[in-house]
């Protein structure tokens, strides 16, 4: 019901009387008037009048379903949204509950207190100042499929971004740099049986309005946000609504042709890594190579001493 009102109350330039919502709706004055105090509680402003009724001056900056959903023109992805305001974690809030959920469920936090990032490191989630958000799915692909989408995701999310004007660069298998800078990960996680994926969730983390005081010492230096990088506020809930909007269309195309290559193309033109000389960090060496080429199967191509060699994920520092 509180949404109602407020698409009745976005809907309109000029104030809408309690009588009209309340005919609109079927729901009673006082009704109305309780569910205006709570959206103003949530950080709406909302002027009323006695005689004139309700207007709204502004809305939040927050990434709630009524906020994101104006911009979203998906065909099932992000229909549902669970927000939060903070919350220790999307992706593991979405693990727990994939195998049991809507195909296309959004998780969204305005903070999280426990993010993580690959290979067991911390995601910094600072409130109201990033996106941190979880896509749950359930593709009927096998395990082995997995890592594609991630590549999805990264030439999606660089697709959305480009649109900043910036120097951005995707570093595989999961990051999106600019200038040299991190300012997104993913982390895809799944559920799979030996032949199938139950359920797989794409962690997205995006550092968007974070300022140079929210990272410690250590990440300023290899950190940055798209407001440092452009000097401008950025709007998240369009931001979000973008990602979801380019992510679908990449994925929908893919389940339906099978083909990454068009994907892996966006990869390997914005690489970050092709043709430098990167160190290879592996669970018991560390050597440095250079990189060829990401092959066909979304493998990094590296020559390691005139040894070529592949590896299907990994991490790589530069
Ligand atoms: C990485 O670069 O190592 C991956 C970072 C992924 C961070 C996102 S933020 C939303 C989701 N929830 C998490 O705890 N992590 C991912």
Known sequence: MKSKILNILRSSDTYVSGEEISKLLGISRAAIWKHINQL??????????????????SSPDILSFDEISPFL????????????????????FAKSISQNCKDGLVIIAEEQTKGRGRLGRTWVSPKR?????SIILHPNLPPSEAHKLTIITASSIYNTLCKFNVDIKIKWPNDILINGKKIC???????????????????????VNT???????ELTKI?????????????????????LNNFEDFYIDYLSTKDIRPYLEIVRKNSALINKYVEIIKPNEKYI??????????????????????????????
Do not use: C, P
């Open 73 to 92: 023109k998906t065909k099932f992805i992000g229909h549902d949204i669970l927000y939060y305001e903070s919350i220790d974690s999307t992706n593991t």
């Open 289 to 318: 190579a250079k990189v060829v080429d990401i092959d066909d199967d979304g493998q990094l191509v590296i020559d390691n001493d005139g040894k070529i060699e592949k590896l299907l994920s990994g991490e790589v520092s530069l």
């Open 40 to 57: 103003k509680k949530e950080g709406y402003q909302i002027d009323s009048l006695t005689k004139n009724g309700y207007k709204l001056i």
């Open 211 to 217: 300022e140079v005081e929210d990272f410690n010492e």
């Open 223 to 243: 950190a940055t946000s798209l407001r440092i990088e452009t000097g401008k506020f950025i709007d998240r809930k369009k931001l979000t609504a973008e990602i």
């Open 129 to 133: 100042k990033g996106i941190w958000m």
């Open 185 to 207: 990960g993913i982390l895809t996680e799944m559920n799979a049986e030996l032949n199938h994926i139950n359920s797989l969730v794409i962690g997205i983390g995006i550092n």
